[in-house]
């Protein structure tokens, strides 16, 4: 059975992989946009004790972004 405490921190993850993903769903090419990526995806996973849940959440949010920008790249060309 599922704890209402790991339910929380659940919605936590997925709350907080949103919040990341539309914060920076205008993918940019520039390095200090990505290097940004990369410093808050590092502190969401270490907010939750790099819990798998919450990589996986990331890494997927990520993966979209790098999709959209080769997407834009290949369109620039």
Known sequence: MVTDEELKAVYGMFTDAWKFYKKYADVQQSDEYWEAVVDESGQI???????????????AAIDELERKSKEMKQNAT
């Open 45 to 59: 996973a270490k907010k939750y004790d790099n819990a798998k849940l919450a990589i996986a959440l990331i890494l």
